[in-house]
C-alpha cells in the first residue's frame, strides 16, 4: 500500500522564492509577482497564513456540523454535496491578514509590535463561489434569538507559548453573518486548494483574514454572546488611545502596494509604475503618487475598482537622473479616509494603514 503523502511543512502548496517570502508557518505574496497579473491573484501566488499546518481531509467522510442555542432544533449536518446542491453565489473579495504592513511599524515608525512581520503581500483578490451562510444558517434552523454564530477549524490545536488555545474559531455577529458572507468551496474556478481551505472556507469580505475560518467544520449558533483568544486575546488594539481592554478588528483599512521589488532597480527613461489599493470601507476612490515626497499626481485606474477588493493602477514616470527615490502611492476610500503619513500604534500592529515609503534605485 502506498504510504499516505505528508507535507514537507506547513504549507503543501509549492513556494517558489520569487513568488513568495516564507515567514515561519505562513507565505506571503511578493508584490512584483503580481504585475502583469489580472484583477484576480492566481491560486499558486496567493498568500497563506496558517496557525499551524494545513490539514489533509477526506472529503466523502468531511461533515460540516450546526449546533447551539441559537438554533429552534438540535444539531444539523452538511456534508460536501449537500452544499454543492445548494444555490450557489459567486463574489471577488480580498482576503487580507490583519497584520498585513506590519513590519513598517518598526521600519518605518521605530515602534515595536508583536507578530509576524508581513510587508505589504498577506492579501489576495480571488473569485470565491459558495453557498450564502445565511442560507446554511437558514437550513439549519436558526432561530431569531441568535446572536453570535462561531465557526472553527479542523486544523491542530493552536499552541503558543506553552498554552493551548483550541480550534482556531472566532465569533461574528448574527448580523453580518446573514449579509454576505460565503461558505466558498471555489476559489477561481477551482475547488478550494488545501491551503486555502479545502473542502470550504468562509470568505467574511471587507473584514480581517481571521475571520474567513479554513477547513471548516463546525458552526456554533448561540443566543448568547460568543468568545475565543482570537477575540479576547489577538484581534484587538491595544495602546494609548485605546480603551484599556482594547479596541475589537473587524473591518480592514485602507492600503496601496507598488508592484515592484523592495530596493528595485529600475531603468532611466520613461516607464509605467503599476500598483493595487483597496480598502474594508468601499471602494477606492483616487490614488496620489509621490515620487519626491512634494508633488502628488493622480494614478489611473486600469480595473474597475470593487467593494470589498481593490482597484488596479498605473502611474507613467520618467526619471531623468540616476539614483535613490522614494516611491509613494496613498489611497482615498468610500468614507473618504485617506491613508495618513504615520499609523497609530497598537502593540500587536494591526491595520497598519499609513502610506509605505518604497525605495528603488534608478541606474
Ligand atoms: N482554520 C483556520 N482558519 C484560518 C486561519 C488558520 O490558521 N486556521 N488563518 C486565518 C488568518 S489569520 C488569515 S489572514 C486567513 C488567510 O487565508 P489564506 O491562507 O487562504 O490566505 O485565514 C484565516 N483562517
Ligand atoms: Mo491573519
Not at 470565491?128 to 445565511?134: A, F, I, K, P, Y
Not at 503599476?274 to 490614488?287: A, E, F, L, Y
Request: aromatic content about 10%.
Amino acid at each position: 500500500m502506498a504510504t499516505p503523502a505528508t507535507a514537507a511543512g506547513p504549507i503543501v502548496k509549492p513556494l517558489p522564492p520569487e513568488i513568495f517570502d516564507v515567514l515561519g508557518t505562513n507565505a506571503e505574496t511578493r508584490w512584483e509577482a503580481l504585475r502583469g497579473q489580472g484583477y484576480h491573484v492566481p491560486n499558486d501566488r496567493f498568500f497563506v497564513r496558517n496557525h499551524t499546518s494545513t490539514p489533509t481531509i477526506d472529503v466523502d467522510t468531511w461533515r460540516l456540523t450546526v449546533f447551539g442555542s441559537g438554533l429552534r432544533g438540535g444539531p444539523v449536518e452538511f456534508g460536501y454535496r449537500d452544499l454543492r446542491s445548494l444555490p450557489s453565489e459567486s463574489l471577488s473579495a480580498f482576503i487580507e491578514c490583519a497584520g498585513n504592513g506590519r513590519s513598517y511599524y518598526a521600519s518605518q515608525q521605530g515602534q515595536q509590535v508583536t507578530g509576524t512581520a508581513w510587508h505589504l503581500g498577506a492579501i489576495g483578490v480571488a473569485r470565491w463561489r459558495g453557498v450564502r451562510l445565511s442560507t446554511v444558517l437558514a437550513k439549519a434552523g436558526i432561530s431569531r434569538r441568535a446572536v453570535d454564530v462561531l465557526p472553527e477549524g479542523l486544523d491542530p490545536d493552536y499552541v503558543t507559548g506553552g498554552v493551548n488555545l483550541g480550534k482556531v474559531r472566532r465569533p461574528l455577529p448574527v448580523a453580518k453573518a446573514l449579509e454576505d458572507v460565503l461558505v466558498a468551496y471555489e476559489m477561481n474556478g477551482e475547488p478550494l486548494p488545501p491551503d486555502h481551505g479545502f473542502p470550504v472556507r468562509l470568505v467574511v469580505p471587507s473584514w480581517v483574514g481571521i475571520a474567513s475560518i479554513k477547513w471548516l467544520g463546525r458552526i456554533e449558533v448561540a443566543d448568547t454572546q460568543l468568545a475565543s483568544p482570537w477575540d479576547t486575546q489577538y484581534y484587538r488594539l491595544i495602546g494609548p488611545v485605546y480603551p484599556p481592554d482594547g479596541t475589537l478588528v473587524t473591518h480592514q483599512v485602507v492600503k496601496s502596494a507598488f508592484e515592484l521589488p523592495r530596493n528595485a532597480v529600475l531603468p532611466r527613461g520613461k516607464q509605467v509604475l503599476t500598483g493595487r489599493s483597496w480598502s474594508g470601507n468601499g471602494r477606492i476612490r483616487h490614488v496620489d503618487v509621490s515620487t519626491d515626497g512634494m508633488t502628488w499626481r493622480h494614478a489611473r485606474f486600469t480595473s474597475p475598482a470593487c467593494e470589498n477588493a481593490w482597484v488596479q493602477w498605473e502611474f507613467p514616470w520618467h526619471p531623468k537622473a540616476p539614483g535613490a527615490y522614494t516611491l509613494r502611492a496613498r489611497a482615498t476610500d468610500g468614507t473618504g479616509t485617506r491613508q495618513p503619513d504615520v499609523a497609530v500604534h497598537n502593540t500587536q500592529g494591526y491595520l497598519f494603514d499609513a502610506i509605505v515609503r518604497h525605495p528603488v534605485t534608478v541606474v
